[in-house]
């Protein structure tokens, strides 16, 4: 829908940058998509950790981004010091910490971390 166009994944550029093989770049990506598959398959919740990003909660058929403040900041171009906006942002839940736990993120404090 929308006319967009998939791209396939570049192995050899994903390995180039990571500095693995190509075989190790397409069994991670494999051996990850397989279990994200089985985990959402049982119903069981997951979160993704994007570096320097946040975290991707999926919780059934809820799917949840949370940012890192510092993210956040480097997207607006400002520090966000007000605390009435970090307030606001807490409460929409959009702001996650990089030291909190990722299952106290979860509804049910049952989560399977990618990557590990």
């Known amino acids: 829908p929308g006319g ?15 500095s693995v093989s190509r075989r190790k770049v397409e069994c991670c990506i ?3 998509t397989s279990l994200l598959y089985h985990c959402l398959e ?4 997951v979160a993704f ?7 991707l909660l999926i ?8 940012f890192y403040l510092d ?4 997207v607006t171009g400002e520090r966000i010091q007000d605390r009435a906006t970090l307030k606001a942002l807490q409460q929409l839940d959009m702001v996650v910490s990089r030291v909190v736990p990722i299952a106290s993120l979860s509804f049910t404090g049952r989560v399977i971390v990618f990557p590990k």
């Open 42 to 45: 049982k119903g069981m919740s």
């Open 59 to 66: 919780e059934g058929s809820m799917v949840q981004m949370r």
């Open 71 to 74: 993210f956040l900041e480097k």
């Open 30 to 32: 494999l051996g990850t």
């Open 4 to 18: 967009k166009q998939l791209e396939p994944l570049k192995y050899a550029r994903v390995a180039m940058e990571a």
């Open 49 to 55: 950790v994007l570096r320097d990003v946040g975290v």
